[in-house]
């Protein structure tokens, strides 16, 4: 089986996502075979609200994406996916703060994953969300 590398994943990052996506500046800090993904978004005042406080779009496209790694990691590769569900909770405001997106695959099935992201700053302590994630893997396309 496949192993998505960390290289590998950096890589995809710039192919796979839309620019407005790769403009939120996240970086991809660690995946791992058994459906694990970290990335961190640094803080950029364009992303913030009053208060300094993140906006809530900008952290709900980040849990998106790493779910994205997580589960590309899973698989050892990436494969062509979409979001069915994502519910997120605010738990408290993320002002001034660099976040960490803590993705993991609950369940990997052959046509849909579940997952859990945990939204944390990366200084450490309470976490400012928790999303919970459902998507359809989507048939590969046939190579010319």
């Known amino acids: 089986m ?3 590398s960390l290289a590998e994943a950096r ?5 796979l996502f839309a620019p407005w996506v790769q403009a939120l500046g996240f970086e991809v800090e660690a995946v ?3 459906g694990l993904a970290v990335l961190r978004l640094p803080f950029d005042p ?3 609200r009053l208060g300094g406080m993140v906006c809530g779009q900008a952290m709900m496209a980040l849990a998106d994406t790493a779910m994205v790694f997580a589960v590309s990691a899973a698989f050892g590769e990436f494969r062509p996916m979409t979001t069915v569900t994502q519910t997120t909770s605010f738990m408290r405001a993320a002002s ?3 976040i960490l ?3 993991r695959v609950v369940k990997l099935g ?3 994953a579940f997952g859990e992201v945990s939204l944390e700053p990366a200084s450490g302590g309470a976490p400012f969300a928790s999303v919970v994630t459902t998507c ?9």
């Open 2 to 4: 496949p192993e998505l």
């Open 11 to 15: 890589r995809l990052k710039s192919e």
């Open 32 to 34: 791992d075979p058994s």
């Open 46 to 48: 364009a992303l913030a």
């Open 96 to 98: 001034d703060a660099e």
């Open 101 to 103: 997106a803590r993705a």
């Open 110 to 112: 052959r046509t849909t």
């Open 136 to 144: 359809a893997i989507l048939p590969v396309p046939p190579r010319p």
